[in-house]
């Protein structure tokens, strides 16, 4: 009879503990996505400022590019802004747009609004490099933390998945 009680006791602890590492890793673990989740936003909104200011160039465009020199390159490379900030090809779309950006504003120099919205732009490619960094840190604590024991094994239950940084 004692040694049921005992033995009852021991499950009864050894349940408690399995749980309260089961919840308390569940939770660090999701605190750690929903950090990478909140800056993944952030430099999606960066990326989205950034479109409007191109919209607003290619109108101011409309108005001095007479021959649709500017505006032509342009939308090639905005038709699919959207997409290229996709982990696998967004380096080389970025660099291509900031490129015609740049030779946009060393063409352009008599139109100030196109100045300044070009000013603008490479002001957010400046706070889409912070937002990149914020959200490399994030993915990297949270991938370094669903790879350490216990938690490798409630990513594993809760299926949690190793995100890729952005690169």
Excluded: C
Aim: no cysteine.
């Amino acid at each position: 009879m004692k040694h049921k009680k005992l033995l009852i006791i021991l499950v009864v602890i050894i349940a408690t503990t399995l749980a309260y590492l089961l919840i308390s890793g569940y939770t660090k673990i999701n605190k750690y996505k929903l950090n990478v989740d909140n800056d993944y936003s952030n430099l999606v909104a960066v990326i989205d400022e950034k479109e409007i200011i191109i919209n607003k160039i290619i109108e101011e465009l409309k108005v001095v590019d007479q021959n649709n020199n500017y505006i032509n390159e342009l939308k090639k490379d905005i038709t699919s802004l959207g997409e290229s900030y996709k982990v696998d090809n967004k380096n080389k779309y970025n660099k291509e747009l900031d490129k015609n950006i740049s030779n946009l504003g060393k063409d352009i120099t008599d139109n100030e609004t196109i100045t300044s919205l070009i000013k603008d732009y490479k002001k957010k490619n400046t706070k889409l490099d912070k937002k990149i960094i914020n959200y490399n840190n994030s993915v990297t604590k949270y991938n370094n933390y669903i790879s350490k024991f216990p938690n490798n094994i409630v990513s594993f239950i809760f299926r949690f998945k190793k995100e890729n940084t952005y690169n």
